[in-house]
């Protein structure tokens, strides 16, 4: 990736089996963690930015795609919105989303990577907006993995997964124990949702996230949605319930206190982006051969 | 753009206002016409592939989205199929799913560039497939645009604008003039659909051409969709109609006929892309100062 360090703009790719999206940029800062190396960008088409391991995770003029949708059908959608848990969310926009609705009064959120988090404070400041000062927000740097296997069952109303691709150190953020441990702590009337990767570009990886929750919880469904910098564009993101779909069902009180200040999500988009299932997917996600198989 | 043009792979990149998507591929064949430098390319990651003028406009691997979703909510949608006219769509994949539909007796053909059909013919004929040798295409090579403003009124059930951006040849396929013409050839129960830009990366002409689609039919709806290859991943078509929307009602025997053979397209995918409308575009297309300005 960062082939351009200096100060004047050159090219910055995110690389992915023989195709590669690109932003004109310059480094601003890049360190490495335990974890990952953390790098900050500025951009000319979306202003600063920020790539974990080479891989383009955000920029302040295309960050309303991933947490709008991320957030508002789970936070539309639960039966409460209490307690809310973000594994993961580094940069601080999906903090931002869910603080928006008031009825939200606790917001855990564990990131493991305590670099992203002071990076993306100081250089993507925007991002986390004042989610950062709202006294609602518990920052813990920490193992969201081990912090939910430890979580009281029924402690929170909305668990967002908010990780990066399931390598390195989000890996477990994707198999069957972790997702039990989501359902174990969510309240009844509650919704799990993670990123569920490209249709395209991660094509297994996303129709397998979708069959697991489905098993897991009982009601799974993706929805789809554009992420420009990310492989293809075109992204995902799963939500899941136990008693019902009812991330199907924005509440229209809760929908009309953060519509107007959405650029993407909206009640209708969202109806748009779960009716979106491309045709060989819902065939795969429908298929017997698997619904055996996984069951056996 | 191409600054590989060897034996062994090197990045192929369409840049667009300081972001660029590029593909590992090599170069084929590259010439030029009265009207634009046509590139072939062979790819890893999606196989052989067209551009013009350095942008990318297919591959054997990701041709899909864009025909099957241009196509099909027309076809399924106008009251009667049995005489279609595309203009553009030199690559052939419009023409292959226009004549999977057997109820399309007549399909003409209308390209400006003779060297883009040869070359395609040539180097990509899976993206044509069998509509080359049908015996119900027409194919001219000339000017769409004088070949709708000669048409007879009434004389085609659809109309389809598979042409590339509005610069270059395809500059006179986005105007007022052009559209009244194709709304005066459409026969009653007629449907027009052109490709209507990246919402993202021309987010103003997309909204300009929604807005002239909807005073000279009445009713026009964008669609949205993914074409990873195209700026910003997220792309978008505008269906337009006289006497109702009734792109929005696919026959369901039509679609039936069809469904089994589409990657992407199915009655519910379609449902989903004319939903998914970006809540800062459906407020935009609302706008009632717009709605005076153009009147006036």
Known sequence: ?????????????????????GLEATVIAEQSSPYQ??????????????????CWMTAERQERHYHEAI??????????????????????????ECLRHPGVQQLDLVEIDGLVVELCQQHLPSIGGSAWSDPRLR???????????????ASYDVVIVDGS?????????????????????????????????????FRQVHIDIVRLLRQVFGHADPMYGWVPMY??????????AVDAPRYHRPDPVRAAT?????????PR???????????????QLASPEFNIAEQG
Chains 1, 2 share one sequence.
């Not at 973000?86 to 931002?96: E, N, S």
């Not at 477990?172 to 799990?192: A, Q, T």
């Not at 953060?258 to 909206?266: F, K, N």
């Open 71 to 96: 957030v508002h059908p789970a936070l539309c959608g639960a039966a409460s919105i209490e307690r809310v848990l973000i594994v993961g969310g580094g940069d601080g926009g999906t903090a931002r």
């Open 139 to 153: 920052l813990t740097v920490g193992d969201g993995i081990a912090w939910v296997a430890a979580a009281a069952e």
């Open 269 to 283: 988009w969202q109806r748009g982006g779960f009716e979106a299932v491309p045709a060989s997917i819902e065939r």
């Open 37 to 54: 190396r953390v790098t900050i960008i500025d951009s000319l088409a979306y202003g600063k930015g920020l790539l974990l391991d080479g």
């Open 231 to 240: 492989p293809s564009g075109w992204w995902s993101w799963t939500f899941a």
């Open 258 to 266: 953060v519509s107007a200040g959405c650029e993407i999500w909206s």
């Open 165 to 201: 691709d399931p390598a390195g150190p989000a890996e477990g953020l994707f198999n069957r124990s972790f997702f039990e441990h989501c359902r174990r702590i969510l309240r009844p009337g509650g919704i799990f949702v993670t990123q569920s990767e490209s249709p395209e570009a």
């Open 1 to 21: 990736m960062s082939d351009n360090n200096g100060s004047s703009p050159g090219w910055i790719d995110e690389h992915l089996n023989g195709v590669r999206y």
